[in-house]
């Protein structure tokens, strides 16, 4: 349907096959019961593998072996995230461009806690479709929001029982990246606006332009070709701002890691390469007060 079907909805669908095979290994960093039930659900997904035995080449492939394995890496490092904050005190979540995440369905959370999926209506719809046929029941409240975070979101956020006066922790997964800077920076901004006392933020980011050379990379070679996602023509081609930078201005601790902490961390996951197309990926954590919740060697 529109919003999964093409453009960044359909990197959703990428993501959610990407888990389906990362739960499904024995040493998985991450599972997603319901990550196959989206692919399936999906004609234009229709033959991409959902196992670990159907991908050609294993982890050696670059979609669905080094691409899918830093999906996961991804998911797990902003799980234990989520879980040390809500362990820390903050009482909401609010998932910035949602997607087809299933935390609310996955964690662990304590009684009362609030999580806020933003997207469009189009991925929200489908969504809630697909986990509607799959039993899934959420064990948090569950609050979905259809908004476009490019535009005004603040005001339908706190409509739908949003309470700045709460610890937060906000996540936004696989989503600055496709955002033009001034966006990005806007909604950062209005996150930590809505942070009242205290809160917990992590989101993804490219640090800089990626040279010709790393642009040729099999891994976006491989998604374009296999898949049709054009991950070079998604990504906002304008210079990224420093966005840690900009919330250490407003008060908030920051650390930024590479994705390589985390496979360092976890003795598995992508290493570096020549020309790589990971490189340029950086995950930054930041709380307010204190320091950010986040385990990775120094």
Do not use: C, M, N
């Given at each position: 349907m529109p919003g999964v079907r093409d453009g960044v909805g359909r990197t959703a669908l990428m993501v959610a096959a990407a888990r389906a095979i990362e739960t499904h290994r024995p040493d998985a960093l991450a599972r997603d019961p319901y990550a196959e039930h989206f692919v399936r659900a999906a004609p234009a997904a229709e033959?991409?593998?959902?196992?670990?035995?159907?991908?050609?080449?294993?982890?050696?492939?670059?979609?669905?072996?080094?691409?899918?394995?830093?999906?996961?890496?991804?998911?797990?490092?902003?799980?234990?995230?989520?879980?040390?904050?809500?362990?820390?005190?903050?009482?909401?979540?609010?998932?910035?461009?949602?997607?087809?995440?299933?935390?609310?369905?996955?964690?662990?959370?304590?009684?009362?806690?609030?999580?806020?999926?933003?997207?469009?209506?189009?991925?929200?719809?489908?969504?809630?479709?697909?986990?509607?046929?799959?039993?899934?029941?959420?064990?948090?409240?569950?609050?979905?929001?259809?908004?476009?975070?490019?535009?005004?979101?603040?005001?339908?956020?706190?409509?739908?029982?949003?309470?700045?006066?709460l610890s937060t922790v906000w996540l936004a997964e696989g989503l600055l990246l496709y955002l033009p800077a001034a966006a990005e920076r806007r909604l950062l901004a209005t996150a930590a606006r809505l942070t009242g006392a205290s809160g917990a933020l992590a989101f993804e980011a490219k640090v800089i332009r990626e040279p010709e050379k790393v642009r040729g990379n099999p891994v976006y070679t491989a998604a374009r070709e296999r898949i049709g996602v054009d991950l070079l023509r998604l990504f906002d081609p304008e210079p990224r701002p420093d966005s840690a930078a900009d919330l250490a201005s407003l008060g908030w601790s920051t650390t930024t890691r590479t994705p390589f902490d985390f496979s360092a961390l976890h003795g598995r996951g992508p290493r570096p390469e020549a020309d790589d197309a990971l490189a340029a990926n950086r995950w930054v954590f930041a709380a307010r007060p204190g320091p950010p919740l986040v385990e990775a060697p120094a």
């Open positions: 033959g991409w593998p959902l196992r670990p035995e159907e991908v050609p080449g294993g982890e050696a492939d670059p979609l669905w072996g080094r691409l899918g394995r830093y999906f996961g890496l991804r998911t797990r490092a902003l799980d234990d995230f989520v879980t040390r904050s809500v362990l820390a005190g903050a009482r909401q979540t609010v998932l910035l461009g949602a997607g087809l995440d299933t935390r609310a369905y996955r964690l662990a959370w304590p009684e009362g806690h609030v999580v806020f999926e933003i997207d469009t209506p189009e991925v929200l719809e489908f969504k809630e479709r697909v986990l509607e046929r799959a039993g899934a029941v959420a064990r948090a409240k569950r609050v979905p929001l259809a908004a476009d975070l490019r535009e005004e979101w603040a005001g339908p956020l706190v409509a739908a029982g949003f309470d700045p006066a």
